[in-house]
């Protein structure tokens, strides 16, 4: 998108549970929830929108496992480590998002799929920590997002500088609800 006027409408909600508050984000695609699932998983699917990963221990990646990912997206297109939390295919799968050798400012996303009547929604969810500035993130996952969407229909991918600053008052202005 060029226009900033025709900005994205953000769709991130905070939802709280009994033990957390998550800015939970969805999209649904026309697909087999296997289908879905190898766009979040497969190296080569991934490079597409978000950036291809390797891993860094052992040749199949599983709950445990570290993996870095290159963040083709980004500025600089920097390589960020991650640890597979958990993974149960073809349903969901829980990253930690390292920063450095600190553990602590990691950031703890899941992906969750349901299958419909041929429809697959995807549910990502980023653990609000302290200190997670969610004017900040909230438009980066709707962008990561919508360039998985913009990948596997193959129309032109979003432009960042639609989502931010622009999206920032939406995201700043949440409101907790309950799961």
């Not at 699932?37 to 190296?43: F, G, H, L, M």
């Not at 963040?71 to 295919?89: K, N, S, T, V, Y």
């Not at 992906?111 to 990502?124: N, Q, S």
């Not at 004017?135 to 360039?147: Q, R, S």
Request: net charge negative; hydrophobic share 35%; with cysteine.
């Amino acid at each position: 998108m060029e226009d900033t006027d025709m900005a994205p409408t953000p769709t991130g909600r905070l939802v709280r549970s009994a033990h957390r508050t998550d800015l939970v984000i969805k999209r649904t695609f026309p697909a087999s929830i296997h289908d879905v699932w190898s766009s979040i998983t497969d190296s080569e699917k991934t490079a597409q929108w978000y950036g291809p990963w390797r891993t860094t221990s052992g040749d199949n990646p599983t709950a445990g496992s570290s993996i870095s990912v290159h963040m083709l997206f980004e500025d600089g297109q920097p390589w960020c480590d991650a640890r597979i939390e958990f993974c149960e295919a073809p349903h969901r799968l829980d990253l930690a998002l390292l920063a450095g050798a600190d553990e602590s400012a990691a950031w703890h996303v899941s992906l969750t799929l349901t299958e419909t009547t041929g429809f697959t929604t995807l549910a990502l969810a980023h653990r609000i920590d302290p200190g997670i500035n969610l004017g900040d993130i909230g438009a980066g996952w709707e962008y990561y997002l919508d360039m998985l969407v913009s990948a596997r229909e193959g129309t032109p991918q979003p432009n960042f500088a639609d989502y931010y600053p622009a999206q920032r008052e939406h995201f700043d202005s949440q409101v907790a609800v309950d799961e």
